[in-house]
């Protein structure tokens, strides 16, 4: 059974560039997060996706986006790249998305903004 | 604002000796809480939950303890092993809400 599969694996970008990260939820699963880990912390909630719906969204600024196309992959989309989004960026998939039960989560993309 | 705190960076434990790692929380709405698990290199990988309605579950060497009147909850690994050595983070919900609060996790070391 294949898990939750992101890509790459890893990036190097420049401050002011844009970057799109992939997620490949578990089959059957609609739900989709995004979660940014940022050194010594705990992951952050970035995006939720529901039936290709938005079902939430947190603290972050709008260059970050996000999209789930009809087969529940997702893209993570941040633009005017900035030093602090340097980070672990994790995709989690889950049945519903629901409160109490678990994600399962993908291995991440680690961003590097230099 | 914290709203989920894991005040423990680091906890070191002998194998075969009881872990205790704790985790307190603000928000009085949060009804789900969750333990996961991390490995350097991988994502976190879910370890057991517990429901606002229980104080107790069990799941093998796990079993987490909440207790709602002091916003507290915290995860027993008995016996401990060198394979459980890894970051542990908790995390909380609130149900009708999509998202998890995560503490800071805390990093076990069991000693061979």
């Known amino acids: 059974d294949a898990g939750v599969t992101q890509s790459p694996t890893h990036l190097i970008k420049t401050r002011g560039q844009h970057v799109t990260l992939r997620c490949s939820p578990i089959s059957g699963h609609k739900s989709v997060s995004w979660y940014q880990q940022v050194l010594g912390q705990g992951p952050q909630f970035i995006f939720q996706y529901y039936e290709k719906e938005e079902r939430g969204r947190g603290n972050f600024p709008d260059r970050f986006s996000a999209r789930q196309f009809p087969n529940y992959s997702s893209e993570l989309n941040v633009n005017a790249l900035l030093l602090g989004d340097s980070a672990l960026y994790l995709c989690?998939?889950?049945?519903?998305?629901?409160?109490?039960?678990?994600?399962?989560f993908g291995s991440g993309t680690r961003l590097t903004v230099v | 604002d914290q709203q989920v705190k894991q005040n423990s960076p680091s906890l070191s434990v002998q194998e075969g000796r009881i872990s205790i790692l704790n985790c307190d929380y603000t928000?009085?709405?949060?009804?789900?809480f969750l333990w996961y698990k991390k490995y350097p290199a991988e994502g976190p990988t879910f370890l057991i939950s517990i429901s606002s309605i229980k104080d107790k579950n069990e799941d093998g060497r796990f079993t987490v303890f909440l207790n709602k009147s002091a916003k507290h909850l915290s995860l027993h690994i008995v016996p401990s092993q060198p394979g459980d050595s890894a970051v542990y983070f908790c995390?909380?919900?609130?149900?009708?809400?999509?998202?998890?609060?995560f503490g800071t996790g805390t990093r076990l070391k069991v000693l061979a």
């Open positions: 928000n009085s709405m949060f009804d789900y």
């Open positions: 995390a909380a919900s609130g149900s009708g809400t999509y998202k998890y609060i």
């Open positions: 989690a998939s889950s049945l519903s998305g629901r409160g109490g039960y678990g994600y399962t």
